[in-house]
Every structure is written in structure tokens, then in C-alpha cells.
């Protein structure tokens, strides 16, 4: 569905994607992952046909993006950043002004809207205007209107961003599903737990290039371990250096210790005997959040 080696985009001076190689099966659903500037974006945007290549191979449902952009985007499903949907018209009438712009008719666009709405569960909305729609809504209506056309591959640009874990979980429905009927997409998404829910595989980017790529449980077996102690102290923090030993890899942060290891039961116990008795103590699974600030850091990308 997707190939590509060596792909580069620069802006100028600014490499935004240096030399990466990657490939998306049929049936896949792929993320990226990466911090502000990574180059997720610019990889998206050349994927959908909408930034030119200034480097390498691309070419996407075997199809050159350079030569056969409009044929591309006529089988992509596009669910952008930020909803581009018309206020000023009803929930179903943006999908089928949508569903014109494929060249569908309103009598083959009549069955699929109501098909797609029940999918998204707006079909009581139908007929309100779209302002009023909750932000879930909305995303819910975005991704609805991405599908009129039935694309070969959907491209989902961080599709949950600024909803309410309520609305988030019931997006995740929608795309699972939507898997589950064999649909390969993409997705970008900084949400470490969406992406554990959703991606089959996925790469993280940092400075434009790919560092990891597996699916999120060999990610985590790789560069992580098993359990994660996150232990708190009431007063000081002890001295550096005094938790060595006790786990394979220790993080101080100005608020907490995280302590990497297979056996958090048997490490936070080994911390109490060394009589630094924490003020609390959470023993949790690794997850793909600290695979992710592993490879890329804790220092905010502007």
C-alpha cells in the first residue's frame, strides 16, 4: 500500500524527513510516532499526494505520487488535524457535497450516507447543523465523511486530539472496527495509549528520521523492561547514585524515581531495604510512553 526508500523532504536548508525507508501492508494499521518536528507531518503530507517528494522513492497503491497524484487521492480517505467540516450545513449534507466531489450520484450517495452515519452513530443527527455537535461529533462526522468514497487506505492525522476520554473511546471503536473490516490506515497521534490500541506496527521519528520501528509490544520488550517502580518521597529526595543496583535502569525526575525493571515487586522491596522508605510507591506494566521518551527525550520540541 505504501513504499518507500531513501524519501527526503526539505524546506529549504531544513530537512524535515532525512533518507527513511518504510513500507505499509494491505490490512495494516501503521502509526507514527514521534515529538513536534519529527517529521510526521511531512511524511503525511507526502504520503496524501499534497507535498511534493524532494528525495528517494515513494509510491503509494504502486502508483508515483509525482505523476499520479490525483488517481492517489481519488482512493485515499483523509481525516485531517483539524476538522474541516461546513457549519453551516446539516451532518448528512456534508457527506454528500463530500461524496460529489468523487463523482458520486445522489442515488448511489443516499444508501452509503445512512450506512456511514449509523457506522458513526449520528443517524439521529442527521438532519442538525453541524456548529452545535459536540467536538466527539464532529471527529466521529470527519471520519464518516473520509469513508464515502470507500478509500483503499485512510490517513488519520492525530484523530483524537482535544476530545474527552468518553469521545476519544468511542473513536477508538469506530477505527477498530474499521480494522477489523480490513482497512489499512495510517494514523499520527502523540497519545502513547492510542497508539497501543490501534497500530499493528508503527516507527518513531525523531529529527526526520525513523529510530524504532515493531509493533508496540516488541517496542516495549526492546527498549524497555517488563514492570516500571515509580516511587515519590515526602521530603528530599535521596543523594544520586543510591538506587544503583536495585533495577537495570533508574530515571530521577524533580517529582519522582522511575526504576526499570523485570520485578517491580522485588525492587520496590529491595529499595525499603536499603532504608529509603518512600512516600509512595506504584509498581505498573512498561508502556509505550516510555519506550517513546527513551528514544526521544524528555526536553520539549518546539
Known amino acids: 500500500m505504501i513504499h518507500a526508500r531513501g524519501l527526503v523532504k526539505r524546506f529549504g536548508e531544513l530537512v524535515a524527513v532525512d533518507g527513511i525507508d518504510l513500507d505499509v501492508k494491505q490490512g495494516e494499521a501503521f502509526g507514527f510516532l514521534g515529538p513536534n518536528g519529527a517529521g510526521k507531518s511531512s511524511t503525511m503530507r507526502m504520503i496524501g499526494c499534497v507535498s511534493p517528494v524532494t528525495g528517494g522513492t515513494l509510491r503509494i497503491l504502486g502508483k508515483d505520487p509525482a505523476t499520479e497524484g490525483a488517481l492517489i487521492r481519488a482512493r485515499l480517505g483523509v481525516v485531517p488535524q483539524q476538522d474541516t467540516l461546513d457549519f453551516e450545513l446539516t ?8 461524496g460529489r466531489y468523487f463523482g458520486l450520484s445522489r442515488r448511489e450517495l443516499k444508501p452509503r450516507i445512512d450506512e456511514l452515519l449509523d457506522f458513526v452513530q449520528l443517524t439521529e443527527r442527521a438532519g442538525d447543523k453541524v ?35 468518553q469521545a476519544r473511546h468511542v473513536v477508538w471503536d469506530r477505527l477498530f472496527r474499521l480494522k477489523q473490516q480490513g482497512k489499512t490506515f495510517v494514523v499520527t497521534t502523540h497519545y502513547m495509549d492510542e ?108
Open 91 to 98: 451532518v448528512r449534507e456534508n457527506v454528500l457535497i463530500y
Open 131 to 165: 456548529e452545535p455537535l459536540s467536538g466527539g461529533m464532529k471527529r466521529r462526522l470527519t471520519i464518516a465523511r473520509s469513508l464515502v468514497n470507500d478509500p483503499d487506505l485512510l490517513l488519520l492525522d492525530e484523530p483524537t486530539t482535544g476530545l474527552d476520554p
Open 195 to 302: 497508539a497501543e490500541q490501534l497500530c499493528d506496527r508503527l516507527v518513531v521519528m525523531d529529527h526526520g528520521a525513523i529510530v524504532a520501528e515493531g509493533s508496540p509490544w516488541e517496542l516495549i520488550q526492546r527498549y524497555s523492561t517488563r514492570e516500571v517502580v515509580e516511587i515519590r518521597f515526602e521530603d528530599e529526595r535521596p543523594r544520586s547514585g543510591v538506587f544503583e543496583g536495585v533495577a537495570e535502569r533508574v530515571e530521577e525526575l524533580p517529582d519522582r524515581v522511575l526504576l526499570y525493571t523485570r520485578d517491580g515487586d522485588a525492587t520496590a522491596t529491595a529499595v525499603a531495604d536499603r532504608g529509603l522508605p518512600p512516600h509512595s510507591t506504584l509498581v505498573r506494566r512498561s508502556t509505550l510512553e516510555d519506550v517513546f521518551l527513551h528514544l526521544t527525550g524528555r526536553t520539549l520540541v518546539d
